[in-house]
């Protein structure tokens, strides 16, 4: 009998675990959403509503990790049972991290008073936000099902997120060498930009987090990342 409550008691705190990391999740994605949207329309409001909502996550992070220890120190679990926990709060780092860059990005929509704002460039971060948060989407589905060819999908497709970062820097180079009075604006923007980009590193994290979980060890694969050189040589000048 004591066994059997033991096993049930480890049931209960794995759910909590479990929906503690689905409700941040959805905090995450609405975060990544709504900041590039108060960016594109110019809405200081909403930016500042996704700044004060980032303190919502990190209370999560918090009751997560709190939640994981205390598990640990009361149950000793083993094997396949401990890695559900370590994953549970190493997908919450990577969640409390993509606050932190949707953050980052709201905090700009003030900054952005310039009249410049070319649809192209405006088109341009909004496919790759929509691809980045269907990452995140998928990688939370795929964690969440314990479904690694999920999970590897998301895992290889860092390198498009990359490659459409690098034709956007591009593009903003190009406005910014045409009329000086456009550099604040891009500047601005590429910030943006790179902060997409990396919320997209933390999806292919949890990816890494669930093979983790799943197959009992690191991925011994290195990622397929886009190749930024191009970007770099531009914006030195070289």
């Known amino acids: 009998m004591g066994s059997d409550h033991t096993a049930k008691a480890f049931d209960d705190d794995l759910q909590e675990l479990n929906r503690l990391t689905a409700e941040m999740g959805g905090l995450a994605e609405r975060q990544i959403v709504d900041s590039v949207d108060a960016l594109i329309r110019r809405d200081v409001a909403l930016g500042q509503r996704v700044v004060a909502a980032d303190l919502d996550i990190d209370k999560l992070q918090y009751q997560i990790e709190e939640r994981a220890v205390l598990t640990i120190a009361r149950r000793q679990p083993m094997a396949v049972d401990l890695r559900e926990i370590v994953g549970a709060m190493r997908v919450a780092i990577d969640l409390e991290r993509i606050g932190d860059l949707a953050k980052n990005i709201a905090k700009r929509v003030s900054a952005l008073d310039s009249d410049f704002h070319?649809?192209?460039?405006?088109?341009?971060?909004?496919?790759?936000?929509?691809?980045?948060?269907?990452?995140?989407?998928?990688?939370?589905d795929a964690y969440a099902a314990h479904d690694l060819p999920a999970a590897m999908t998301v895992w290889k497709g860092d390198e498009e997120v990359d490659a459409i970062c690098t034709s956007l820097f591009r593009e903003l180079l190009t406005y910014m060498m045409e009329d000086p009075r456009n550099i604040g604006f891009c500047i601005h923007l590429m910030f943006c930009a790179k902060n997409i980009e990396r919320i997209g590193d933390h999806a292919t994290n949890i990816a890494e987090t669930v093979f983790y979980m799943i197959e009992g060890q690191q991925m011994r694969d290195q990622r397929p990342k886009g190749d930024m050189t191009t970007f770099a040589t531009a914006a030195s000048g070289k």
């Open 118 to 140: 070319p649809l192209k460039l405006i088109r341009g971060l909004e496919h790759m936000t929509d691809l980045v948060q269907s990452q995140v989407k998928s990688v939370l």
